[in-house]
């Protein structure tokens, strides 16, 4: 298994430019979730998703866009890239239980998005 | 609104010794808390779990304790290895979200 796959690695845009930042796991993992990392910030989750054709957002969704049409994939889209969305970007993915149970999450190895 | 704190300071131990990692919470009532591992330039690695009913949890080296009245996880690594050395973030989930902390630095010298 690959596990949670990310790309690109790095990439630098312009502001008011937009791109897609691409996720996959083949774990066959229900949940899937963005987050972004900041220093001093920690990790704080941007939008996640439950289930193709399922999304929900986090504590910090503005500026970006998700879309979940199969298991495994979950895109995350910059509308119009802006500095302050300069970050690192990560990918994660779990299992899902019931009543709201939780599994430990698997994490991509991220991507390093600089906004000029 | 909901507070996650680690200590920001990193814990600077000799090899061998015990490690404790503290993560305190206000303004939240989670069903589990989990702790991860984050090396410089890669993504958090996760290491344990504890639900809101649980005590204690240990594996091989590792212990976390959860206290829900008093708002406190610890998270213990006995016999500290070198190797050991990286940011340990908690992580407390309710529902379908995780809300991380800041993490804090572990250094272990030989």
């Known amino acids: 298994n690959a596990g949670v796959t990310q790309t690109p690695k790095f990439q630098v845009l312009k502001t008011g430019q937009s791109m897609t930042l691409q996720c996959a796991q083949d774990?066959?993992?229900?949940?899937m979730s963005w987050y972004r990392q900041d220093p001093g910030m920690g990790l704080r989750l941007i939008h996640y998703?439950?289930?193709?054709?399922?999304?929900d957002q986090g504590e910090v969704p503005n500026g970006y866009n998700v879309s979940r049409s199969t298991t495994e994939d979950f895109p995350l889209r910059l509308l119009s890239a802006a500095p302050s969305q300069t970050s690192v970007y990560f990918c994660?993915?779990?299992?899902?239980?019931?009543?709201?149970?939780?599994?430990?999450?698997?994490f991509g190895p991220g991507t390093r998005l600089t906004v000029t | 609104s909901q507070k996650i704190e680690q200590n920001s300071e990193a814990l600077n131990i000799q090899e061998g010794k015990t490690a404790t990692l503290t993560c305190n919470y206000t303004?939240?009532?989670?069903?589990?808390l989990q702790w991860y591992r984050q090396d410089p330039g890669r993504g958090p690695v996760f290491l344990l779990l504890?639900?809101?009913?649980?005590k204690e949890k240990r594996k091989e080296r590792l212990k976390v304790t959860f206290d829900t009245t008093l708002k406190q996880s610890l998270f213990h690594i006995t016999a500290s290895q070198p190797a050991d050395s990286a940011t340990y973030l908690c992580?407390?989930?309710?529902?379908?979200?995780?809300?991380f902390g800041k993490g804090t630095m572990l250094l272990v010298s030989p």
């Open positions: 994660a993915s779990s299992l899902t239980g019931t009543s709201g149970s939780w599994y430990e999450q698997y």
């Open positions: 774990m066959n993992h229900e949940y």
């Open positions: 998703s439950v289930g193709a054709g399922i999304t």
């Open positions: 303004n939240y009532s989670p069903a589990y």
């Open positions: 504890i639900r809101e009913n649980e």
């Open positions: 992580a407390l989930g309710k529902y379908s979200t995780l809300t």
